[in-house]
């Protein structure tokens, strides 16, 4: 008979704590959640496909000093995470603790980052080792990466705490991932492949650098005016402690918050993976960027019904497996399809023909696209509610200073690697400023590798940490309901001070 009871008591309790955590309330309104896809459009509206081939056979700067350049702007990135992060995560203010530097920050630095466009007027026709550019490109990158850990470390928190509820934080990430692709974020990059080959192959008397500084500064001013839109009309709602932590305390909960642990170490071992990026293949092989870019459209334009239908198993695939099983699958699956990917065109040279790897590629995307929702989406709510996991065992959130941990081993990893690959398009023999689709044979070859199985190999270890992601649904379930309760009673507390403070003494 106790044990009956005992049964039905939990039976109570995990009914009680679904129907808190499931509850279909919405915090969200219409205005900020259009805000909300607009912003997420922004991030992708932009031409930073090209960003090398800009800096390679435009601004032109000498591979072995760029390798250099990115070790000393990484390393002082690095120092300055660390004190922003704590910085960030210490503001208290009426509008937030991430919304004063959105806000305040953006238009400054979108200003300042159009300078980059700019650079091949300011040293028009000089060498790769020409000093004075060289030293501009250097302070630039400081000033830039500087300024840009305030706004990247405060938006990575933000999106976090516009919601409390995690089931409108997913639809809003399904919303925005599904929807913007629809709004036409990929149209600059497609406009400027064709303006590019039309350059490039001199059917368009007009210099490189003017359909770059056109696209770049067009782009940029467009995706800063929806960005700083949607950080003006969003509010961030859920709390922050009163008491602030000191960054001692701040890196300790790092260790301690065990789902950010393996989140940082997941991305650890997968920032080992080492590639030159696909756009350079398919330019440098076989040289009609636009004509190339066109075929591909067409053959994603396929598959492209299928990514927007993997949006719809998100919500029954997240209530019938576990997050571990969701994302440890997709990772794997990601990766058997670029393995066939790369097994085509390894055979018989076909990374040569045009036909085949068009074919391959088509296939890769058709397959990829079945699991691309709940692959997008999963990985932005694990990290979301990491945050809150954060919470729940400390009682105060570390959004700045986790997020930066977790970027912290990717941007050292990532100066190494942005090093290590400029060594390595000399070590393949890559000529720079040489006419496109005309480097050697060998060369093409290991671009194609660099680019296929290369970053997969390197990389795999990554899914390790992934296997020993600890929150199960039941535990998440407890979670969300605690913390539901803990933050009503944390508002209540504060109203109730505001009032006795505000009450009249007594006449005597």
């Known amino acids: 008979m106790a044990d009956e009871n005992k049964q039905a008591h939990a039976s109570i309790d995990e009914k009680q704590l679904t129907s808190n955590i499931y509850r279909s309330y919405n915090y969200v309104g219409t205005k900020e959640t259009v805000a909300y896809l607009f912003n997420d459009f922004s991030n992708a509206f932009n031409i930073s496909g090209y960003n090398e081939r800009y800096i390679w056979d435009v601004v032109r700067i000498d591979f072995g000093i760029a390798g250099i350049v990115n070790l000393f702007t990484g ?7 660390v004190f922003i992060s704590a910085l960030v995560d210490n503001t208290r203010t009426r509008i937030g603790k991430f919304r004063p530097y959105l806000v305040m920050m953006q238009i400054p630095l979108s200003l300042i980052g159009l300078l980059y466009w700019f650079l091949p007027y300011f040293f028009p026709n000089t060498a790769g080792t020409y000093i004075p550019k060289l030293i501009f490109y250097f302070v630039f ?43 036409g974020e990929d149209i600059p990059g497609y406009v400027f492949g064709f303006l590019y080959d039309m350059v490039t192959t001199g059917r368009w008397n007009v210099k490189l650098r003017s359909i770059f500084m056109g696209m770049g500064v067009s782009t940029a001013l467009i995706s800063s005016a929806f960005t700083f839109w949607f950080f003006l009309v969003s509010k961030e709602r859920v709390p922050q402690s009163i008491e602030r932590p000191d960054i001692k305390t701040g890196f300790k909960a790092i260790v301690t918050n ?31 960027n636009s004509m190339i870019n066109t075929l591909r459209a067409l053959v994603s334009g396929i598959s492209g019904p299928v990514g927007s239908i993997s949006y719809a198993f998100v919500a029954p695939l997240r209530k019938r497996f576990s997050p571990k099983f969701l994302w440890v699958g997709a990772d794997m699956y990601g990766d058997m399809c ?54 729940w065992k400390s009682g105060f959130r570390m959004e700045a200073t986790t997020g930066v941990a977790k970027n ?26 040489k006419k496109v689709g005309t480097q050697d044979e060998r060369t093409k070859r290991w671009l194609f590798i660099l680019c296929a199985i290369m ?13 020993l992601w600890p929150i199960d649904k039941k535990k998440r379930a407890k979670m969300y309901y605690e913390l539901s309760e803990r933050r009503s009673a944390a508002v209540s507390d504060y109203v109730a001070s505001i009032d006795t403070e505000g009450a009249e003494e007594p006449e005597a």
């Open 141 to 183: 990158n400081v000033i830039t990466e500087t300024a840009g850990t305030f706004t990247g470390v405060a938006r990575s928190g933000y999106m976090s705490t516009i919601t409390p509820n995690p089931n409108e934080r997913v639809r809003l990430i399904t919303l925005a991932e599904l929807l913007t692709g629809y709004m």
């Open 408 to 433: 912290l081993v990717i941007r050292l990893q990532g100066v190494v690697k942005g090093t290590v690959q400029n060594f390595i398009m000399k070590a393949i023999g890559y000529e720079q400023g």
């Open 75 to 81: 390393a002082w990135d690095v120092i300055n995470d």
């Open 258 to 288: 065990y789902p950010v642990l393996l989140m940082c170490l997941s991305e650890f071992l997968a920032n080992f993976s080492v590639g030159t990026g696909e756009q350079n293949y398919w330019i440098d092989v076989f040289g009609e």
């Open 338 to 391: 670029w393995l066939g990917f790369f097994l085509v065109g390894i055979i018989n040279r076909n990374y040569m023909k045009l036909g085949p790897m068009l074919t391959a590629y088509g296939f890769r995307e058709f397959f990829g696209k079945l699991l691309f929702g709940v692959n997008k989406v999963i990985n932005a709510d694990l990290w979301n509610e990491a945050m809150d996991y954060c919470e």
């Open 455 to 467: 970053p997969t190999v390197t990389g795999a270890l990554g899914i390790l940490p992934k296997m």
